[in-house]
């Protein structure tokens, strides 16, 4: 009876630790998104600032948020997720389905102070950003077109993955190629490696729990 009621009790400490692991991460990750956007305003420009890193994050954030309310809301594709990760459920909380709600918002926002405030005349999106949404945003019409809902749905995923391992490239290299950072806010990328460590900490901790 013992050993039940440590397990129980472990189960229900590990779950309240996921769960404050989440909401930190959420607050991490969700206040990276002001100071970019603060500074625009407080400058009035939006020089300096990559708008293929927009681009990324606005489409990155819109296939995450997708991905978030289908795998939250629909039963069926929550089904198939258990059929294929040995009878676990997907690992959606609320606080990921506010996040990327609100993350998508602000950086449409941020993304909409480029038609607002002055920018170069060479500040724009390049071919090969433009590129990328043209051809995964075929890709993902297809897959849902052709494919399962689930596999539909992951696609997003993964297309959300690609998005966030590129999106800082092309800021990197305009940084590099005009010797200074003015316009960009270094308080974003600290914000969101906080968020990505918490974020990490929760799956670990998630996946030690479930033994997935």
Excluded at 33 to 40: D, E, G
Excluded at 73 to 93: C, P, Q, T
Excluded at 126 to 152: D, E, I, K, N, R
Excluded at 156 to 170: D, E, Q
């Amino acid at each position: 009876m013992e050993t039940v009621d440590t397990v129980a009790a472990t189960g229900g400490f590990g779950e309240s630790l996921s769960s404050f692991i989440g909401w930190a991460y959420f607050v991490a990750w969700s206040v990276s998104f002001y100071p970019q956007l603060i500074l625009n305003y407080r400058r009035k420009s939006v020089s300096g600032l990559s708008i293929d890193f927009l681009v990324y994050n606005v489409y990155g954030f819109a296939c995450y948020a997708a991905s978030n309310t289908a795998f939250y809301f629909s039963a069926s594709i929550d089904e198939e997720y258990a059929k294929r990760h040995s009878g676990h459920g997907n690992l959606v909380r609320p606080n990921d389905l506010f996040f990327s709600y609100h993350a998508l918002l602000l950086s449409v926002l941020t993304f909409g102070q480029t038609f607002l405030y002055p920018r170069a005349r060479n500040q724009r999106a390049s071919p090969l950003a433009l590129s990328f949404f043209l051809s995964t945003s075929l890709g993902l019409l297809c897959a849902f077109l052709f494919s399962s809902a689930y596999s539909a749905v992951y696609c997003l995923s993964l297309v959300k993955l690609a998005c966030s391992l590129i999106k800082y490239v092309p800021q990197a290299w305009s940084n590099y190629t005009r010797r200074s950072t003015a316009g960009w806010s270094i308080h974003n990328i600290m914000l969101d490696f906080t968020g990505g460590v918490l974020s990490f900490a929760q799956l670990l901790l998630d996946a030690l729990r479930t033994g997935g």
